[in-house]
C-alpha cells in the first residue's frame, strides 16, 4: 500500500472523481433547476449560470400557483405534511410494539418464538403486493380505505419487523449475566428492562428507528394502492404532481428537492448508526 | 416514576410473568404475523379463481386455470423475462460497481470517509423520487442527459420512451440508487478484514492480483453473498423505479412483476391473474431467500464461534 505508483494515484483519482459525479450529479441538478424559472430550464443547452428565484418554493409553499392561464392550485404541502405524519408515527408504535417484542424474542426462547421471527423474517422478502392487492378490498370493507389509521396500521409491516431484527440483535449481545445481577439485587423484571437493557441497546434502538423512518418515508406502493390525494405522501405526491401540472418543471424540481431533503438530512446527520444499521440488518438479518 | 412501576410489579407479577410476559410482549408480532397471513392467503385463493372486480357474479373457483394459462401467455413469458433480466443486469453491474468503489474507499481517510458518506444520499432518496429525477434530466424537449447525449452523437436518443433503451434507463436508475448499499455492506466487510494475512503477503512479495483474488474475496464471500442475495430479492419485486418512471410501458416493454399484477388488477381488474402472478413471484423469492437464510445462519454460527 506504501508503495502506490504516481500514475496507480491519479488514476484512483480519476475513478474516485468520476464515481462522484455520477452519484452527485442528479441531485445537484435538480436542486439547481429548483431555483431556475420554466424559462431557464427550457433553454438549450442548459444553462449552468442562471438567476436563481424562490417563486418554485414560495408557489409549494402558498399552494397558489400563478400562471399566464390563471391560478393553479398545488397541494403538495398537503402531502408533505402526510409523509411526516405517516412516518413519525408509524416508528413511534413500530418501537413501542417492536422493542418489547425484540427483547421477547432476544431473552426467552419460547414455544413458537422462532416460528414468528422466522415468518416475520421470510416475509420481510415477500413482494408487497402480495399482501396489499388483498388488504385494498378488505379495507374497503371495514371502512379504513383511505385513513391514516389503515395506512399507519400497514405501514406497521414495513416497520416492525425491521425494528424486531434488528433490535433483538442488539438485546442479544448484551451478556444476560448483567441482567441477573441486577435482578438478584431485587429488581423487577421492568426495571431491569428500563435500567439495563434499553440503554445498552440504544444505539441499536436509534438505528433501527431511523432505518424505520427512512424506509416509511420513501415508500411508495403502500400509499400508491391505499390512499388517495388527500391522504397521500410525498413519493406519490409527487408523480401525481408531474401528471397534472404538465409542464411546471421548476415546481416539480423543488418539490422533489423538499421531499428528499428530510431522509437526507437524518441521513448525514446520524450516518454512523445509519450504516451499523444497514450492515447489522444485512449481516444478523 | 420507576420506583413506583417497579413497586407494583415485583411482589405480585413476577412468578406468573416469567410465563406469560414473552407471549404478551410479542404479541405485536404475532399480531403482525396474523397481519400478513391472512391477506397471503386470501391471495391464493384468489389466484385459483376467476374474479374480475368488473364481473364480481361471474366468481368462482377455476383452479388452476389462471396458472396454466401462463404456459400459453406471451405476456406472461415476456413478465418472467423482463423480471430475471432486470435483476440479473441490476445486481451483477452494482455488485461490480459497489465493489470497486468500496476498494477505492478502504484506506481510511478524511477524504474517503466524506465520499462514503456522500455517497449514502442516493440510496436514501425515494427509488420513486429517484426516478422522476431521473425523468426529468432525460426529458427529450430540455434534459441535461439528453443534451449530452446529443453532444456525443445520440442525437435521437429516447431513453425510457424508446422500448429499445427502456431497460438500460430503469437500470441506471436503479444502479444509481442502490449501488451505495453494495458498496457500504462491502467497505465495512473489508475494514473488518483482520490485517495480518496481509502483512504477511507483503512481508512475502506476493503480486497483488495474487493477494485480492485469492485473500481479499474469498475472506469478503460472505458479505458479497449477503449483499447479492438482498439486492436480488429486492430486484426481482422492483415496483418503484418502474411504476414511477414508465408504468410498465412503452407497451409491455418493462412489464415486471409486480407492475405487471398492479395493472392486472388496477386496469383490466383481473383479481385471479394478479394474485397468481403475485404467488409466482413469491414462490421464486421464497426459494431465494430460503437460500439466504440458511446462509444467514450459517454466518451468524461461524460469527459466534469465533467470538
Known amino acids: ?285 | 416514576m420507576t420506583a413506583v412501576v417497579s413497586q407494583r410489579l415485583k411482589p405480585s407479577g413476577f412468578r406468573i410473568s416469567k410465563r406469560v410476559l414473552p407471549y404478551v410482549l410479542s404479541l405485536p408480532a404475532l399480531l403482525v404475523c396474523i397481519g400478513i397471513l391472512i391477506p397471503f392467503l386470501t391471495s391464493v385463493v384468489y389466484s385459483f379463481q376467476r374474479y374480475r372486480l368488473s364481473q364480481p357474479w361471474a366468481r368462482q373457483f377455476n383452479w388452476g386455470d389462471n396458472y396454466i394459462s401462463f404456459f400459453t401467455d406471451p405476456k406472461f413469458w415476456n413478465t418472467l423475462k423482463v423480471s430475471l433480466l432486470y435483476a440479473g443486469t441490476t445486481v451483477v453491474l452494482e455488485l461490480l460497481l459497489g465493489l470497486a468503489i468500496a476498494l477505492l474507499l478502504q484506506k481510511r481517510s478524511t477524504l474517503n470517509n466524506f465520499i462514503s458518506i456522500m455517497l449514502l444520499m442516493p440510496l436514501m432518496t425515494a427509488p420513486a423520487l429517484a426516478a422522476l429525477m431521473w425523468k426529468l434530466m432525460t426529458n427529450p424537449g430540455f434534459g441535461v442527459l439528453s443534451y449530452l447525449a446529443s453532444l456525443i452523437g445520440l442525437q435521437d436518443f429516447r431513453w425510457a420512451s424508446s422500448p429499445s433503451t427502456a431497460l438500460f434507463t430503469v437500470v441506471l436508475v436503479d444502479i444509481w440508487v442502490y449501488t451505495p448499499f453494495i458498496m457500504i455492506l462491502l467497505l465495512a466487510g473489508l475494514r473488518s478484514l483482520p490485517t495480518q494475512p496481509f502483512e504477511a503477503a507483503a512481508l512475502d512479495g506476493v503480486p497483488r492480483s495474487f493477494v485480492f483474488f485469492r485473500i481479499t474475496l474469498p475472506m469478503l464471500t460472505p458479505y458479497i453473498l449477503t449483499a447479492t442475495l438482498f439486492r436480488l430479492l429486492d430486484s426481482i419485486q422492483q415496483f418503484d423505479i418502474i411504476y414511477a418512471m414508465t408504468q410498465g410501458g412503452p407497451g409491455d416493454t418493462l412489464t415486471v412483476f409486480q407492475v405487471e399484477a398492479y395493472l392486472n388488477f388496477f386496469q383490466s381488474t383481473n383479481v385471479g391473474r394478479s394474485a397468481a402472478l403475485m404467488i409466482i413471484l413469491w414462490a421464486i423469492t421464497y426459494f431465494l431467500s430460503n437460500i439466504f437464510i440458511k446462509n444467514w445462519l450459517r454466518l451468524r454460527e461461524r460469527a459466534r464461534g469465533q467470538a
Request: aromatic share 14%; net charge positive; charged share 10%.
Open chain 1, 1 to 285: 500500500m506504501e508503495h502506490t505508483s504516481l500514475l496507480e494515484r491519479i488514476l484512483r483519482g480519476i475513478a474516485l472523481t468520476l464515481v462522484v459525479i455520477f452519484f452527485m450529479f442528479p441531485i445537484l441538478w435538480i436542486f439547481m433547476m429548483s431555483f431556475q424559472t420554466n424559462e431557464t430550464i427550457l433553454r438549450i443547452p442548459p444553462q449552468l449560470i442562471f438567476e436563481p428565484t424562490l417563486a418554485n418554493y414560495t408557489a409549494l409553499i402558498t399552494g397558489k400557483l400563478m400562471t399566464a392561464a390563471g391560478t393553479l392550485d398545488i397541494a403538495f404541502m398537503r402531502n408533505l405534511w402526510n409523509s411526516v405524519f405517516l412516518s413519525v408515527t408509524s416508528v413511534a408504535v413500530s418501537l413501542l410494539l417492536g422493542v418489547p417484542a425484540a427483547y421477547a424474542f432476544a431473552r426467552h426462547k419460547f414455544r413458537g418464538s422462532e416460528d414468528i421471527a422466522f415468518t416475520l423474517l421470510s416475509f420481510k422478502f415477500a413482494p408487497a403486493l402480495l399482501v396489499l392487492l388483498p388488504l385494498t378490498l378488505y379495507f374497503q370493507k371495514l371502512g379504513l380505505a383511505n385513513t391514516y389509521i389503515g395506512l399507519i396500521w400497514v405501514y406497521q409491516l414495513i416497520c416492525l419487523p425491521l425494528i424486531l431484527w434488528i433490535v433483538r440483535g442488539y438485546f442479544e449481545d448484551i451478556p444476560a449475566d448483567i441482567e441477573y445481577a441486577y435482578r438478584i439485587g431485587g429488581h423487577s423484571w421492568f426495571a431491569t428492562f428500563r435500567k439495563i437493557a434499553l440503554p445498552l441497546a440504544g444505539p441499536g434502538i436509534a438505528a433501527a428507528g431511523l432505518l424505520a423512518f427512512i424506509f416509511a418515508w420513501n415508500n411508495f406502493v403502500f400509499a400508491l394502492v391505499l390512499a388517495s390525494a388527500d391522504k397521500q405522501p410525498v413519493t406519490v405526491g409527487a408523480l401525481a404532481f408531474i401528471t397534472s401540472s404538465g409542464i411546471q418543471y421548476g415546481q416539480i424540481s423543488a418539490a422533489i428537492v423538499l421531499s428528499i431533503t428530510p431522509t437526507l438530512a437524518l441521513a448525514l446527520y446520524a450516518q454512523r448508526y445509519l450504516v451499523e444499521g444497514l450492515s447489522l440488518g444485512a449481516v444478523k438479518g
